[in-house]
């Protein structure tokens, strides 16, 4: 089942903080976070673990919430270079299974 | 040090010709997983392997796929009879046992 993304899209003026989000129906093992830009391979950024963890990477950092069966992606202070397509992998199995992404939110980061 | 490369980068083929799309992981890792990507979309799994083993090729879409990695290292993606609709970017990843994974620059397949 895939994972539901939002928002779709949105643009932000350099400084400003975002939140996306990606819920599943099924239960997970794990949420990852990749970010690709335009014509390029996805980056990997983060990935959480079952039992509801939180993690940070300079100005970006993530939360999953295990009952919720939900994870979120914040990104603070944005810069220009964060523009790309961020998605979420979710893994329902033990880990190191293929993942199944959501349909990606647009993040536009304008002066 | 080097990531995963794949090639072709680009790849035209008319319909019905057979392609082939190559991708070297990075050394020592120890799972590969191929998926496609249309404009727009997410990554969609297509098959992965652990070392030689083909775990799981559910996510192939008819049989004119089939994909190998016969000595545990490099990986090759065939599409036999190629169509239109399988035209989109491809994708590999490598993980080492139980991390996260890794994606290659992808090929992008334009079906004629």
């Known amino acids: 089942q895939q994972p539901v993304q939002s928002p779709q899209a949105v643009i932000l003026r350099e400084g400003e903080d975002a939140v996306i989000n990606c819920s599943s129906s099924?239960?997970?093992?794990?949420v990852h976070w990749y970010r690709q830009k335009h014509g390029e391979a996805p980056v990997f950024l983060m990935i959480?673990?079952?039992?509801?963890e939180q993690k940070g990477h300079e100005k970006i950092s993530a939360s999953f919430n295990e009952k919720k069966q939900q994870s979120s992606l914040y990104l603070t202070a944005s810069q220009l270079s964060y523009s790309g397509t961020y998605f979420c992998?979710?893994?329902?199995?033990?880990?190191?299974?293929?993942?199944?992404f959501g349909k990606g939110t647009r993040l536009s980061v304008i002066a | 040090g080097a990531g995963v490369s794949q090639s072709p980068r680009y790849k035209v083929a008319k319909r019905g010709q057979d392609v082939a799309l190559r991708c070297d992981p990075i050394?020592?890792?120890?799972?590969l997983f191929w998926y496609q990507q249309a404009l727009g979309q997410g990554p969609e799994f297509l098959t992965y392997?652990?070392?030689?083993?083909?775990?799981?090729k559910s996510g192939l879409p008819s049989d004119r796929f089939f994909a190998e990695r016969p000595e545990g290292s490099v990986s090759t993606l065939k599409i036999q009879r190629t169509q239109q609709e399988d035209s989109a970017v491809y994708l590999c990843?490598?993980?080492?046992?139980?991390?996260?994974?890794?994606f290659g620059p992808g090929t992008r397949l334009t079906v004629l």
């Open positions: 050394s020592g890792h120890v799972s």
């Open positions: 990843a490598s993980s080492p046992y139980y991390n996260e994974q890794f």
């Open positions: 992998g979710t893994d329902i199995y033990s880990g190191n299974t293929p993942l199944v």
């Open positions: 099924k239960a997970l093992y794990s």
């Open positions: 392997f652990q070392n030689e083993a083909q775990l799981d």
């Open positions: 959480l673990l079952k039992g509801g």
